[in-house]
């Protein structure tokens, strides 16, 4: 873990597994806003995942997707879902923030079995001044894939199209 | 040595706020998130439209769900001819996704949890713009 490392409109910069080549890596942002987003609502627990388990851990990613097999409007784009890459992967902790009366703090667990750790990120339009390829826009757990390891349950039904797995 | 304690903190420049449950308009991933409980979510997806959220770690049957996110929702508004000029009502939301999706799965998720959980929390409406940034201290 380490202090975020601002870049233009990113509140912090990490690598990630390039989508055309997994053994290659690109830099993705945390924007401002999106930030701020959870932020606003005081999504504690969501901050403590994005330091304790994203910022170290998106290199880890054993499979890729891309494209959302739902309806996606953003910015007057209706095919805007096809924009959006999924990395996934089994992290060894979870963190949670502990919401007590008098000392609310970060929880770290293990992670229920069979779960998979889902991070969104939607790829920049290019070429980007910062040399950022994609923004990281939201992160949650999936049940797993009975038939693919460290893939969300579905994975199909949810996405369009596998880029890349990776032999762990 | 930095502490995921003084990064989480530091987010909120120190300042904790209190979670409220809430519903607020995900631009970028156009969908309503809908959270009575900051906690760590598994997201079980109902169909293209409906996810519900559990507590990954839920201590009690009737603290298993926390939320659910309405995907697509400006999407889904454009086509069905609900305005997103003014804040769209959550629970006519709800109603014209259960006319829109028959299918037991979806009437069971928002007859019993989506539609009762909305009442419970008095969330009323949503605006589907982007939230303001300034986080809500205590």
């Not at chain 1, 826009?137 to 049940?143: H, K, L, T």
């Not at chain 2, 995900?26 to 409980?37: F, K, M």
């Not at chain 2, 996704?97 to 979806?106: A, G, K, N, Q």
């Not at chain 2, 959980?117 to 303001?132: F, H, M, R, S």
């Amino acid at each position: 873990m380490r202090q975020p490392q601002r870049v233009g409109p990113y509140l912090d910069v990490i690598d990630a597994r390039d989508p055309a080549d997994s053994l290659l890596a690109v830099r993705v942002g945390v924007r401002d806003d999106s930030f701020q987003q959870v932020l606003h609502h005081a999504r504690l627990t969501l901050v403590a995942q994005y330091y304790g388990i994203i910022q170290g851990g998106l290199m880890d990613a054993v499979h890729v997707f891309r494209g959302l097999k739902r309806p996606l409007l953003h910015a007057g784009n209706t095919a805007a879902d096809d924009n959006v890459l999924v990395y996934c992967w089994r992290p060894e902790r979870d963190f949670y923030w502990s919401h007590s009366q008098f000392k609310g703090e970060p929880i770290s667990k293990e992670p229920p079995p069979k779960r998979v750790f889902a991070v969104l990120v939607r790829e920049e339009s290019q070429p980007n001044p910062y040399k950022v390829f994609g923004s990281v826009e939201y992160w949650s757990w999936v049940d797993e894939d009975p038939n693919l390891q460290c893939a969300p349950i579905e994975h199909g039904e949810r996405y369009k199209k596998r880029l890349w797995s990776r032999n762990i | 040595m930095t502490t995921l304690n003084d990064l989480v903190r530091n987010s909120f420049e120190g300042k904790l706020p209190r979670f409220r449950p809430c519903a607020y308009y995900d631009d970028r991933l156009d969908c309503i998130r809908v959270v009575a409980r900051d906690c760590s979510v598994l997201e079980t997806r109902i169909n293209p439209v409906l996810t519900v959220l559990e507590d990954n770690y839920y201590d009690a049957p009737n603290k298993r769900y926390i939320g659910f996110t309405v995907k697509g929702a400006r999407h889904f508004c454009n086509e069905h001819g609900i305005s997103t000029s003014t804040p769209v009502d959550l629970s006519k939301l709800l109603d014209a996704i259960l006319r829109t999706f028959p299918e037991p799965s979806v009437q069971i998720f928002v007859n019993l949890f989506a539609q009762p959980l909305v009442k419970k929390e008095k969330i009323g409406k949503v605006a589907l713009t982007p939230d303001p940034v300034e986080p809500v201290l205590t």
